[in-house]
């Protein structure tokens, strides 16, 4: 069981809609997903509940004792993959989280100062020694290359590919309790977010 933990302390980026996109994707791409929803905001758990089919598993934490024990209970069952949600916080149950995944992963804009805003978030990983990567969410749709912060990043094989791109489909998704992958099968939205899973399974293997 690989565990996934979508994590900054930067409000907005984008932790819920991919944690709910890419557990729908992952998926359909045969995992068996499980969603932990450590976040108090409960956005998971509004579109857990407008969802029609069963997958995925979910299920809220709100201590760091019961994060423990759901893990090692998900551990002893036939889940593959979880994937948790994080306040857009620093707390103790955020640095659970970070030390209990096999990958991080920080959303952010593309944005210098977005970028630069990650820091408090990196430091908390870094010191975990947990393996993570950056990805960035509400991409323009016609961006051009990559900022330079974002390409240093790149060097480094610290950043997820593709970038995920800012479309109607991601809010839409969401609010009909679905991923992008499900809402519109073959668009771009779709694509971006399959793509992704490929290059995270890639590095859940590594
Ligand atoms: N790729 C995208 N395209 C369009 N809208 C997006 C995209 N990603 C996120 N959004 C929108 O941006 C807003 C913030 O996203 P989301 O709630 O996922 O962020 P978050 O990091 O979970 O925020 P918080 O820290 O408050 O929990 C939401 O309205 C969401 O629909
Ligand atoms: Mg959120």
Not at 53 to 79: C, I, K, M, N, W
Not at 97 to 108: F, N, S
Request: aromatic share 4%; glycine share 8%; charged share 25%.
């Amino acid at each position: 069981m690989k565990v996934l933990t979508l994590v900054t302390q930067k409000g907005g980026s984008g932790k819920s809609t991919l944690v709910a996109n890419l557990a729908v994707a992952a998926e359909e791409a045969g995992e068996k997903v499980f969603v932990l929803d450590l976040d108090r905001q409960g956005t998971l758990g509004r579109w857990i509940e407008r969802r029609s089919v069963e997958t995925p598993g979910f299920d809220r934490v709100s201590t760091e004792t019961q994060l423990d024990t759901a893990l090692a209970t998900l551990a002893r069952q036939d889940y593959s993959l979880v994937i948790m949600d994080t306040a857009g916080t620093d707390s103790p149950l955020v640095t659970a989280a970070i030390r209990g995944a096999d990958l991080c992963l920080i959303p952010a804009r593309p944005t210098p100062a977005d970028l630069e805003a990650t820091q408090p978030t990196l430091e908390a990983i870094q010191s975990t020694r947990r393996r993570f990567a950056f990805v960035l969410n509400q991409a323009p749709v016609r961006s051009g290359r990559l900022n330079e912060a974002a390409a240093g990043l790149k060097v480094l094989g610290i950043l997820a590919e593709p970038p995920i791109t800012q479309r109607n489909d991601h809010q839409d998704a969401l609010g009909s309790g679905q991923g992008v992958t499900e809402f519109n099968t073959h668009g771009k939205a779709a694509e971006e977010i399959r793509a992704l899973w490929r290059w995270i399974k890639n590095r859940l293997k590594g």
